[in-house]
């Protein structure tokens, strides 16, 4: 018979004390998800997902062992502990991650909507069916793809034999449609995206428009001649850049030798003007959480600020080897990662930064960072696109084909490797 969490818990933790592990620790976490797409008119399939996931920690014989389950109920709770005292006996390292007491304090966080919670399948599957219907009314030039709407949620919980009783539940809706749009030769692509935590964030109409109009805007796109030009890239391609290069800030990397921020710390690494949050306890942040995946307490820092790197992210174990506090990034199975990462915004809306520069590139989107970005070596050679400016104005899209947007990682004078240095070739052959 399956038992809730709270049930369990207190189950498996006196079957752990029966047997001698203390202290215990277990770390749930569910999660459920429904999608549904849409093509020609027609619903092409929906899907439901739910998963629930356990882990027990404990300490036996002086070493941590693990033990997982996927069932709540009373045969797992003997299979967990002699699970955890097996996987404890063949630990050899000394280096072991500890279980701990809560902390002190927890911030308040919110990135849950009950209203999106009650949402029944009918409505979100009304959803994509109304979006593809609104990209097939328009221009007989598009050819409409997919229309998927999507829902789902986590609940994370940690709890320990010391007193930890942590619970977080979060949620979102998004949805997104494609199209290719032809005229003779020509051909290209367009894509859209809506998400948040109403069903009225994902707007049909906005969404179809929207991707309609990228689409044609794109089949109209040529080329920039090469050479230097003034550039401002939009927040979401630039967003797409941080995402990709965000495990230089992770100690966990540096302490391997595998970041370009490793040992940087109090070193100016950008201009004066960038400042690099990470906010989980942003309101409606998708990554936000008063908790990491090891219980610390998160907390808003500046990674970068002013163009100087503060500090790297933590967790437990790598706060311990360079002798600071844990940052509160944890991400299980001793990976550290940020939870909402942002370079903070400036004072000029983007019409502004167009009419400041001028001439030049506005660059909107950047392609293939899986494959051509190393975040390693900090080297990158992607696909871009953008519009060409004229007198601060629009005046044409402009796209190339082959890589376009090209960086490399240069070596300081001691041997070690630098910020990257902002080459770009094709679209801009070099420039600041």
């Not at 949805?175 to 109403?198: C, D, H, I, M, V």
């Not at 983007?350 to 080297?379: C, K, Q």
Request: proline residues 4%; neutral net charge.
């Amino acid at each position: 018979m399956e038992m809730n969490i709270s049930q369990f818990a207190a189950r498996v933790f006196d079957a752990a004390r029966e047997a001698g592990i203390a202290p215990a620790e277990i770390c749930y976490s569910s999660s459920e998800s429904f999608t549904a797409r849409a093509r020609d008119g027609k619903l092409e399939d929906y899907q439901v997902s739910d998963r629930v996931s356990l882990t027990l920690r404990g300490c036996a014989g002086g070493r941590i062992g693990t033990s997982t389950t996927q069932a709540l109920d009373e045969e797992s709770v003997a299979l967990l502990v002699q699970g955890v005292k097996e996987s404890a006996s063949l630990i050899e390292n000394d280096e072991q991650d500890e279980i701990l007491p809560p902390d002190e304090r927890y911030e308040s966080v919110c990135n849950y909507s009950g209203e999106l919670d009650k949402l029944p399948p009918q409505e979100k599957i009304a959803l994509a069916m109304d979006i593809d219907a609104r990209m097939h009314d328009g221009d007989a030039r598009i050819k409409p793809d997919v229309s998927v709407v999507s829902t789902g949620k986590e609940t994370f919980c940690l709890k320990n034999t010391l007193g930890l009783d942590l619970t977080h539940t979060s949620n979102m809706i998004y949805g997104y449609t494609s199209a290719l749009a032809k005229e003779g030769e020509r051909a290209a692509s367009g894509f859209k995206l809506l998400w948040g935590y109403k069903k009225e964030d994902v707007n049909a109409q906005k969404l179809a428009q929207d991707c309609r109009e990228e689409a044609l805007c794109n089949l109209g796109a040529g080329r920039m001649r090469s050479g230097a030009t003034p550039v401002v890239i939009k927040n979401s391609a630039m967003g797409d850049l941080l995402s990709t290069f965000s495990g230089i800030f992770s100690a966990d990397n540096a302490q391997k030798g595998i970041s370009l921020l490793a040992g940087r710390e109090g070193e100016t690494i950008a201009s004066a003007c960038v400042t690099i949050t990470d906010d989980p306890l942003l309101p409606w942040g998708l990554g936000s959480s008063p908790f990491d995946r090891e219980g610390a307490a998160t907390r808003t820092k500046n990674v970068v600020e002013g163009g100087v790197l503060k500090t790297l992210l933590h967790n437990r174990q790598t706060a311990k080897k360079a002798g600071v506090k844990t940052t509160g990034n944890a991400a299980g199975g001793g990976r550290v990662a940020p939870s909402n990462l942002f370079i903070a915004p400036g004072t000029l809306p983007a019409g502004d930064l167009l009419r400041n520069m001028g001439d030049g590139l506005y660059l909107t989107e950047v392609s293939g960072l899986h494959a051509g970005a190393n975040p390693i070596s900090g080297d990158f050679s992607l696909l871009a696109r953008g519009f060409e400016i004229k007198g601060g104005e629009r005046v044409r899209a402009v796209r190339r084909q082959r890589p376009a947007l090209r960086g490399l990682a240069h070596r300081q004078p001691d041997g070690r490797r630098a910020q990257p240095e902002r080459r770009r070739r094709g679209l801009i052959k070099k420039g600041a």
